[in-house]
């Protein structure tokens, strides 16, 4: 990711999930990583306790809460950490852009995800995308668009919602979990073609 010029680097910090990193882990690569991308832990619905460890670990330089997480939960995470979050909205209907209005101002940026399945087990990282036109006339000004992108279908995303920053996770890996140095230089060479 920092080779291919990304921004930011996300961790996932979330046992059910393939891409799960232990403290140990983080330690070691959110050192390598410092100073040379943005570190992002990403959690699902974490307790405290749990996010102390996370933010020892790794240094974030930004949250991502990509569980059920309130509003009020939103606003606790950043005034006990002090560091920015970035919420994840899950998307199947417009009700769900309405409901991400009671966020505004307490995230510093939403991030428009496809709406998981009620029984799925990992609540993300899925490649499952959803109908970008919901997205349209987003009064949100931080935001980013994520789900199911890959390199054939970023540019066509950009253009029909106007995303200012997108996320991407199983369309930059070669298996589930196994991210792809030259999938990842491809899609960002794709979002970096229109600027
Ligand atoms: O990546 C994960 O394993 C993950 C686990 C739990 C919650 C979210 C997760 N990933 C985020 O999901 C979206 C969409 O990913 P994809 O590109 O469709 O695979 C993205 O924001 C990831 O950061």
């Given at each position: 990711?920092?080779?291919?010029?990304?921004?930011?680097?996300?961790?996932?910090?979330?046992?059910?999930?393939?891409?799960?990193?232990?403290?140990?882990?983080?330690?070691?690569?959110?050192?390598?990583?410092?100073?040379?991308?943005?570190?992002?832990?990403?959690?699902?619905?974490?307790?405290d306790a749990a996010l102390d460890e996370i933010v020892d670990a790794l240094a974030p330089e930004m949250l991502q809460l990509h569980g059920?997480?309130?509003?009020?939960?939103?606003?606790?995470?950043?005034?006990?950490?002090?560091?920015?979050?970035?919420?994840?909205?899950?998307?199947?209907?417009?009700?769900?852009?309405?409901?991400?209005?009671?966020?505004e101002g307490l995230a510093d940026m939403l991030l428009f995800d496809a709406k998981p399945a009620p029984d799925a087990s990992v609540p993300g990282g899925a490649g499952i995308s959803f109908d970008w036109d919901l997205l349209r006339n987003i009064g949100a000004k931080n935001w980013m668009l994520s789900g199911g992108l890959d390199r054939e279908n970023v540019v066509e995303a950009l253009r029909r919602t106007g995303a200012p920053a997108v996320d991407v996770s199983s369309g930059v890996e070669r298996e589930r979990g196994v991210k792809?140095?030259?999938?990842?230089?491809?899609?960002v060479e794709a979002v970096r073609s229109l600027s």
């Open positions: 990711a920092i080779a291919a010029g990304a921004e930011m680097a996300g961790f996932v910090f979330f046992e059910k999930s393939p891409r799960h990193i232990d403290l140990e882990t983080a330690r070691t690569l959110g050192l390598l990583a410092q100073g040379r991308i943005a570190r992002v832990a990403l959690t699902v619905n974490a307790s059920k997480e309130s509003p009020a939960r939103v606003a606790a995470v950043k005034a006990r950490f002090g560091l920015p979050v970035i919420k994840a909205i899950g998307v199947a209907a417009s009700e769900d852009i309405a409901a991400s209005k009671a966020y792809d140095a030259e999938k990842i230089k491809a899609f």
